[in-house]
């Protein structure tokens, strides 16, 4: 197959699917990534929000999105039921705010019938996680969780080809996400994400650690196929007076025998969004780095290193890179085209679903509440584990 000009857009549907949005208002980042996600592939429609806890926010966030005024709602609950009752109400909703309302917003929509895409992480307690795990399994709802990275086409690639068994037996997983935005005190500022970011009450338990530590961890396990068994962690808040950690150092161990490593931090002066994942077994290597997303190393045994890129020189062949993929080579693709993958895959899924068919399998590898509740007790493990002195803890649910 050739990659340009992927042949995976979902079959046609009825209509486009109907989106509402809790959360995104006026001053808000992940809202608009996810609504540029939503548009790229013209499968959904936003046309109900829940925009701001604060009413006249909400209302003028709603305005500026063309959404009808009886349909910007004063808080998620009444969203719900509304949108439950009406004949032409949302199929979805994403949520967008910060982590301690992802589960109560989940759970009113999935009690409502309704589909859920959420940003990540999943939640704020592991006991809020399993209480949603249950919840999507007994509703019967399509969950999605948005760890973007895994829409890359390259990452794509690269899980295919350690399912393929191109590197043999996995022995080793690297992965990191370094920033540095937060080597300074930039919640004394008033700055906005770091404010909510750094405060236990709304985001949880992990600072780094749940912001892009759980990418890291996540992307690692997607790539290798491997199930995460145990941690030993040493975490950190460098800056005064910061409540929750804003560096980690993990060792891993995989269920496999697979041993790992894991960098997460947020004060690394010099690393703008480094997230790097090395998968190492015994017939070969491959090195993936989100800053050059277009772009896989693969390494044979005793061979020279081999550059894959997302248009050609090796990448022509992978069915997934394929079905992850847009533009012509050499037009770069990153980030919101990850997002904006996971949305189509969803969309395909609904679709098959309006259609009583079987979805396209490649469109099956969107991350799941599942993968939430592991990113959970990833940090839950991560934290304990480092209190005891990094004493080995069980990462398993």
């Known amino acids: 197959m050739t990659i340009e000009g992927s042949t995976s857009t979902p079959r046609a549907a009825p209509r486009r699917i109907r989106l509402g949005m809790v959360g995104g208002g006026q001053g808000a980042f992940i809202g608009g990534v996810h609504r540029i996600a939503a548009r790229l592939d013209d499968c959904y429609e936003l046309v109900a929000g829940a925009l701001s806890s604060q009413p006249e926010r909400a209302s003028a966030s709603a305005a500026e999105l063309h959404i009808a005024p009886e349909r910007s709602y004063a808080d998620f609950s009444a969203m719900a039921k509304a949108e439950a009752a009406r004949s032409d109400g949302i199929d979805i909703v994403a949520i967008v705010t910060p982590n301690h309302l992802h589960a109560p ?64 037996d996995i022995r080793l997983v690297h992965a990191e996400y370094v920033q540095d935005w937060l080597t300074t005190d930039l919640a004394a500022t008033g700055q906005k994400q770091a404010l909510w970011r750094g405060d236990p009450a709304q985001s949880g338990a992990g600072g780094a650690l749940g912001d892009i530590g759980t990418h890291a961890e996540q992307l ?17 808040s460098f800056v005064a007076g910061r409540q929750l950690d804003d560096n980690a150092h993990v060792m891993l161990r995989y269920t496999n025998g697979a041993r790992g490593l894991l960098w997460a931090s947020q004060v690394a002066p010099g690393n703008e969004n480094a997230l790097r994942v090395r998968v190492y077994g015994t017939k070969a290597g491959i090195d993936f780095r989100q800053e050059q997303p277009n772009q896989l190393w693969f390494t044979p045994l005793g061979q020279a290193p081999k550059l894959i890129t997302r248009g050609g020189h090796g990448a022509n062949g992978s069915a997934a890179a394929g079905h992850a993929t847009r533009i012509p080579a050499g037009h770069p693709e990153g980030y919101l085209e990850g997002f904006a993958q996971l949305y189509r895959d969803v969309a395909e899924q609904i679709h098959a679903r309006w259609q009583k068919r079987a979805p396209n399998p490649l469109a099956c590898s969107v991350p799941t509440v599942v993968d939430g509740a592991l990113g959970m007790k990833f940090i839950e493990a991560v934290i304990e584990s480092s209190r005891g002195d990094g004493r080995w803890v069980s990462a398993r649910l």
């Not at 307690?125 to 890359?152: C, I, M, P, W």
């Open 105 to 168: 917003i989940a759970t009113a929509f999935l009690d409502a019938g309704i589909d859920v895409i959420c940003d990540k992480p999943l939640c704020t307690t592991l006991a809020e996680a399993r209480a949603l795990v249950d919840k999507v399994q007994s509703s019967g709802r399509l969950f999605a969780l948005t760890h973007n990275y895994s829409g890359y086409p390259m990452v794509r690639m690269a899980r295919e080809m350690v399912a393929a068994g191109e590197l043999g």
């Open 220 to 236: 690692g396990r997607f790539i290798s196929g491997l199930e995460l068994q145990a941690v030993s962690a040493d975490i950190q």
